[in-house]
């Protein structure tokens, strides 16, 4: 099983609306991605968990706030985003985030836009 | 110098040819190279990675890999149209990065 499941596919919000990005998977990896990727262009790197300590911020404003309640699952929560954070938002796992030959599986996104 | 460098597209492709996606990068102490495949609005997929020089074969696809030159293609023999998709380059040095992708157009 290589999936790695996200939840909702779809969101929309309003500019002073919270709201989470949820991540799960049951591969035993042990490193969590959060990616933001615009139309036309390559995933953005956001932030890494690596056994549930973040270990890679990108310069990510604070209204992006991630947290990794266990090894599983990654939550991504949002609060008054601006409508330049319209993107999709994807979210991967690799099996430690410290070993060069790792592969990273990605879920299936989700598409937010902010109005 | 951008770090990974691939080429825009659209590369267009008749079915059945072979279609040739190059990508070069600049952090020489790069040990690991990824190609994903991502279809319009969806999320990437790997095709295939490849960590020695040389070749690496899997199906209809070959990956290349020249460290020396900072280099790494993909070949799709047999190009087929459900092979049109954006294929994203990766590399793994210091960071995991991609390329910003070449459009992969193979017409009927």
């Known amino acids: 099983d290589t999936e790695v499941t996200q939840t909702p596919k779809h969101l929309v919000m309003g500019m002073t609306n919270k709201k989470s990005l949820k991540c799960e998977q049951h591969?035993?990896?042990?490193?969590m991605y959060w990616y933001k990727q615009k139309a036309k262009k390559p995933p953005e790197l956001m932030f890494v968990?690596?056994?549930?300590?973040?270990?890679i911020n990108e310069s990510v404003p604070s209204r992006f706030s991630p947290e990794c309640p266990n090894s599983s699952l990654l939550n991504l929560h949002l609060h008054a985003l601006q409508p330049e954070d319209s993107a999709l938002y994807l979210c991967?796992?690799?099996?430690?985030?410290?070993?060069?030959?790792?592969?990273?599986?990605f879920g299936p996104g989700t598409r937010l836009l902010v109005l | 110098q951008k770090e990974v460098e691939q080429n825009s597209g659209p590369l267009s492709v008749p079915e059945g040819a072979i279609a040739s996606l190059n990508c070069t990068y600049s952090?020489?102490?790069?040990?690991?190279f990824f190609w994903y495949r991502q279809y319009s609005g969806k999320s990437p997929e790997l095709i295939m990675s490849?960590?020695?020089?040389g070749d690496k074969e899997d199906g209809r696809f070959t990956a290349q890999l020249n460290k020396a030159s900072q280099y790494v293609s993909l070949l799709i023999r047999d190009s087929q149209p459900s092979d049109s998709a954006t294929y994203l380059c990766?590399?793994?040095?210091?960071?995991?990065?991609f390329g910003p992708g070449t459009r992969l157009s193979v017409l009927p």
């Open positions: 591969m035993g990896h042990r490193a």
């Open positions: 490849i960590y020695s020089n």
């Open positions: 991967a796992s690799s099996q430690e985030g410290q070993t060069i030959q790792e592969t990273q599986y």
């Open positions: 968990y690596s056994y549930e300590k973040l270990s």
């Open positions: 952090d020489r102490g790069s040990q690991s």
């Open positions: 990766a590399v793994r040095g210091q960071n995991f990065v």
